[in-house]
């Protein structure tokens, strides 16, 4: 019989509350899905800083209402994915680019070698290792934010996908959940409170230098194709089309490279 994942939640808790009064953090076996639960208290009024931990969700959710899937490894009883939302009060001027900021915090806590995929992936070399979801709830002037982040931790199947995913022990080998969640914490919650005070431009430049997509052909999903180009100053992503530089928001395309980045297969 395997032994309960151990969850670094106090060590989680001291480096996060300093910058975040009130702060907990929650760990919990099962839920449908993590950001779903602190959206449901959200509007029910509750809007403590809070950060969610489930081993197992069953109807985790993606950007544009796709599936994401977690769950323990029978053989094993860890969990083959990090699954956790962060929520929080927000007040930024501007929340163009919160995306990026958020997949910025991750991969620089994680691996050099990690890239980001506009508007909200993290990639390993060509295929997808973890994805990120933000929704936002308002109560009155005050408006929470919930930060939903899925990461492979161990090989998982590709069933239904494209392109098989990556997962993290590729470039952390041995790296458990517990693990990669202690060194993402405290500096995500560093990064939400610097885009609150500043916005996207600090962290555009750091954003470019690990763009998946830079220098690549890509294509749109109202068909526009183009070279990108990195992104603006709020998170735009600039696309060299026939007809000029095109700023395109998340909210607006999908964006999808024609070739794989010219990175090697492992």
């Known amino acids: 019989m395997s032994s309960p994942t151990r969850w670094p939640a106090e060590a989680i808790w001291e480096a996060v509350v300093p910058d975040l009064p009130g702060f907990t953090v929650e760990i ?9 639960e602190l959206m449901r208290r959200a509007r029910a009024g509750r809007m403590e800083p809070v950060l969610l931990v489930a081993e197992q969700q069953t109807a985790g959710r993606g ?15 860890a969990p083959a994915s990090l699954t ?17 900021a958020v997949g910025l915090s991750i991969v620089q806590s994680l691996h050099p070698e990690l890239r980001l995929k506009w508007p909200n992936d993290v990639w390993l070399h060509d295929r997808k290792l973890a994805g990120i979801l933000i929704e936002t709830a308002s109560l009155g002037d005050l408006r929470y934010a919930v930060v939903g982040v899925g990461i492979n931790i161990r090989e998982r199947g590709a069933t239904g996908l494209a392109t098989p995913p990556a997962w993290l022990g590729e470039v952390l080998p041995g790296v458990d959940a517990p693990q990669a ?3 993402i914490a405290a500096p995500l919650v560093q990064a939400l409170k610097a885009f609150e005070a500043y916005g996207f431009a600090p962290f555009q430049a750091r954003f470019n230098e690990r ?6 052909a890509v294509t749109l999903s109202d068909g526009v194709s183009g070279t ?31 070739s794989p980045p010219p990175y090697e297969h492992l």
């Open 228 to 258: 990108a180009l990195g992104v603006d100053g709020v998170g735009a992503l600039r696309v060299q089309t026939e007809q000029g530089v095109k700023k395109i928001t998340s909210s607006e395309v999908s964006v999808r490279p024609l």
């Open 211 to 216: 763009d998946a997509l830079a220098g690549l």
């Open 84 to 100: 956790f939302s962060l929520g929080l009060p927000l007040s930024p001027q501007d929340w163009s680019g919160l995306s990026l």
């Open 28 to 36: 919990l076996p099962q839920i449908d899905s993590t950001n779903t």
């Open 63 to 77: 950007r544009l209402g796709r599936q994401w899937f977690s769950g323990q490894e029978a053989s094993a009883g």
């Open 181 to 183: 969640l202690l060194r």
